[in-house]
């Protein structure tokens, strides 16, 4: 009883005070394949293997747990751990853009976008996780946008989109996000 109790408070220190994962080191640099191979580096991996005229690379999620999510991650690299504020504007809203019609192609008006907070990543490379949103899911204050090209910079947060009468919600503030979409 005692070891769970010690495991909760780890946990919830680490939520409250700090990366949950630490800082994760980014070692990744396309040009020398060997540093692609840590865990971390994996999506960059993937990503090299897409023709270079690609703009946004599409993945299965390969967590077990996740079964029918899916990735989009942009072609480009970043120095360090990859963060969204790195991704030119424009890279950024066809990013969002191809995301949304990958989720339309999947689950037509049932999709929803999910990009966790920066302090809980454990892969260096930017993804967008892209599911079918939980039925009733919806919470909290949101900002109601018409399209990708208007979708904030999460900062270190995390964000979750989804689409509600022809407009985007668009959840701000939070950290784990992908919790909106179906196992």
Not at 30 to 53: F, I
Not at 66 to 84: E, N, V, Y
Not at 152 to 162: A, F, M, Q, S
Request: with cysteine; glycine share 8%; hydrophobic share 40%.
């Amino acid at each position: 009883m005692r070891t769970v109790a010690t495991l909760t408070v780890f946990f919830v220190s680490a939520l409250l005070n700090g990366p949950l994962y630490g800082e994760i080191p980014c070692p990744c640099d396309p040009k020398d394949p060997a540093t692609l191979r840590v865990r971390q580096c994996e999506l960059c991996a993937e990503v090299e293997k897409a023709p270079p005229g690609v703009l946004v690379v599409f993945m299965k999620d390969s967590s077990l747990a996740k079964p029918d999510q899916w990735l989009a991650l942009p072609r480009s690299h970043s120095p360090g751990m990859h963060q969204m504020s790195a991704i030119p504007a424009d890279a950024r809203a066809e990013l969002w853009r191809e995301a949304m019609a990958k989720g339309k192609e999947l689950w037509g008006d049932k999709w929803a976008l999910a990009y966790n907070a920066e302090r809980l990543h454990t892969q260096c490379h930017v993804h967008i996780h892209i599911g079918r949103i939980i039925d009733g899911v919806e919470w909290g204050e949101f900002k109601v946008v018409d399209g990708p090209e208007q979708i904030p910079l999460p900062g270190t947060d995390g964000l979750w989109v989804h689409s509600v009468n022809g407009k985007l919600h668009v959840h701000l503030g939070e950290q784990v996000t992908e919790n909106v979409l179906l196992r």
